[in-house]
C-alpha cells in the first residue's frame, strides 16, 4: 500500500442531476467538517433539471486551503454515462468506488488505482423496495455510508451531520440513517488497499460554521436596512433574493399587527426589476436587485439613469460565464468591466468585489451606505463559485455603527438655507444634497429626470451645463476612490514581483503563493476590493518589477482597467494571468504560467 495519505485529498462524486446527491454531498461533507478537518465542497452541475451528469468535490485540506482542486483522489461514481471519463480523471495512486455492474477492463481499468466495487443499486432494492422515487435518494446515503467506513469516519459523527442536514425534517433522519448504516455494513467486507485516511484535527475549524455567500448577502442586505427588493429569478442569483424573502418572513413582519414592512416584487423582467429599485431609491427607502449577466445587460439604461439623475440602488451581479446566456451554471468573473461602466456614454460606477462569505455580507451592508453617500448605483460582484457553494466561515458579526443615509436635507435644514440646488457641489467633493419626496417644504425635490439639467435641475441643453455636470460627475468618483473598501495587502520589503487579484480568485493565489514559496519565488499580493481603484494600488505596482494580474475571464477585465487607470510608466509593469473554463480557478492555473514567465531569460538574444 502506497504511504498514507491524511487529511490531503479530494473526493469526486460523479452523478446525475436531479438524482438528488446534494443532500449526501452535504451530509459527507458536515461530517468531514466536525472531525476538526478544513473542507471545501464545489459542486459542478448542468442547467437542467434532471439527467445530465454532475460533480460534487470535497476537498480535504489540513492546511485549509478552501479553493478548487484541479484533480482529484477519490472516485465515487454513480453515472455510467460519465464512468470512462471519470476514471481517466483519477490521480494516480486514487480510489475508484463504484456501482459493481459497471466494466472494469480496457479504458476503465487502470493498474495505479484501487477499485471498490460496490451494488448500490441491488442494496437499495434489497432494503428499500417499498420506497419508490425515494430508492435513488437513499442509494446516495448508502454511498456516504461506504465513504465513512472506508475514510475512518466515526459512526456517531456521520449521524450528527445527518441529524443537522435534516434539522427541518426529522422525520427523514431515521430511513437516510438507516441507508447510511446499509453502506458502511457492506464496506465492512471490503479490503483496504488505497492510503487515504481522516484523522480528527483539533483548532482548524472550531467556530466555524457552512454558508453560501448568496445567504450572507442577503442576511447583509436586512442588516443593512434594505426595504425594497425587485428581481426576476435567474441562476446563479435567485437564492439571494429567496433567502432575503425567508429572512424578512421571519424578521420584517410586525407581531402583533401581521403586518410586513418591506416590499418585494418579482418583476416581469429585469429591466422593470431596475426600475423599481431606482423608484424606490429615488423615494427614500433602501432598495436592491439580485441578477446575473443577461440581468445586467438588460439593466444598463436604468443604470445610467440612476448614475446621471443621482438615485441611489444596490445591483447584486451573481456572476456566471458567458458572453450571451453562456452556461448558466458555471463561474466567471467576466462582468466586471461591463458593470463598471454599465450604460452608454460616460459612465463609471462604484463596484464592490467581495471573496469571502465575510465580505458577501459585510459589503452588501455598505453597498447601501455607499449607493446613499454618493447618491448613485452601487453593484456588488460576486460569482457562482462564492454565492452557491458552501464555505467555512467564522460567525457573522451583528452590524454595530449606524446608517449613513448621506447629504439629506430635511425641510427644517431648507428653511434654513437661502437657496438650495439639487446638483450644486457646495462642498467641492462631487456630491450634491437632495431631499426625498414628501419633504414638507416649498423648495424641497419633487421630480427627477435622466436627461441634461443644471446645478437647479432644470432642464438644459447648453454644451457647458453638460459638460459642468460630467465633471462634477468626475469628481464624485474621484471622493469615491477613498470611500470604498481598500486594497487588503501582504507585502514584505525587498520583493520585487507581486500578485494582484480579486473576488473568489484570492483562495487559489493563497495555495499558488505557498508552493511558489517553495519553490524559491517570493510573491507580494494585493486583493482589490472595489472599483474606483484606492490610490494605494499604483504605490504598490510601483514598488514592484513585475505585477501579475489574475482573474477569472478571457480578456482580463481588472487588467484592462489598470492599463487605463494607471499612470503609463508602470503598465509596463503587468503581466495578465487568466481563467476562464467555467469552473473555479485552481491553485495551478497561477502556478504554471508564472513559473513560466519568471523561469523565462530576461533577454533573449538575437
Known sequence: MPARAVNDFTIRVATVNGSGSQSSNLVLTNAIARLG???????????????????????????GYQCRARDFDVLMALNPATWQQDVAGVKSGGVVVHEENYSVKGDTFREDLTYYAVPFAALAKEHFADKGDLRKYLTNMIYVGVLAHLLEVPASTVEESLSAQFRSKPKAVELNLTAINVGREYARQLEKHDPFHLVPMSGKTDGLMFMEGNRASALGCLMGGCTVAAWYPITPSSSLCEYFIQYCDRYR??????????????????????????????????AMTSTSGPGISLMAEYAGFGYFAEVPGVIFDVQRAGPSTGLPTRTMQGDVSF???????????????PATVTEAYEFAMEAFDLAERFQTPVFVLSDLDLGMNSWL????????????????LAADDLASM?????????????????TLPGTKHP???????????????????MPEVWQRNLDRLVRKHETARTAVPSPVVDEKKGRKVAIIAYG????????ARDFLLEAGVELNYMRVRALPLS???????????????????RDGQLYGILRTELPTHLIGRLESIRHYNGVPIDARAIIDPLLEEERAPAVIAD
Open 418 to 434: 437661502k437657496s438650495w440646488g439639487r446638483y450644486r457641489d457646495v462642498d467641492k467633493d462631487g456630491i450634491t444634497y437632495r
Open 37 to 63: 478537518i478544513p473542507v471545501a465542497p464545489k459542486n459542478v452541475f448542468p442547467s437542467n433539471i434532471e439527467g445530465l451528469p454532475t460533480w460534487f468535490d470535497v476537498r480535504v485540506s489540513a492546511l
Open 393 to 408: 466561515t467564522p460567525p457573522l458579526h451583528y452590524p454595530e455603527r449606524p446608517f449613513d443615509r448621506g447629504k439629506v
Open 504 to 511: 473568489t480568485t484570492h483562495h487559489a493565489v493563497v495555495e
Open 253 to 286: 413582519v410586525d407581531k402583533e399587527s401581521g403586518e410586513r414592512n418591506v416590499a418585494i416584487v418579482q418583476a416581469e423582467d429585469e429591466l422593470a426589476a431596475a426600475g423599481i429599485v431606482f423608484g424606490a431609491g429615488w423615494a427614500g427607502a433602501r
Open 535 to 553: 490610490p494605494e494600488v499604483a504605490t504598490f505596482v510601483k514598488r514592484h518589477d513585475r505585477v501579475y494580474v489574475v482573474e477569472q475571464n
Open 339 to 353: 458593470a463598471y461602466t454599465l450604460s452608454h456614454g460616460d459612465t463609471k460606477h462604484v463596484v464592490l468585489l
Open 443 to 461: 423648495g424641497a425635490g419633487f421630480f427627477t429626470r435622466g436627461t441634461g439639467h443644471d446645478e437647479e435641475a432644470r432642464y438644459s441643453e
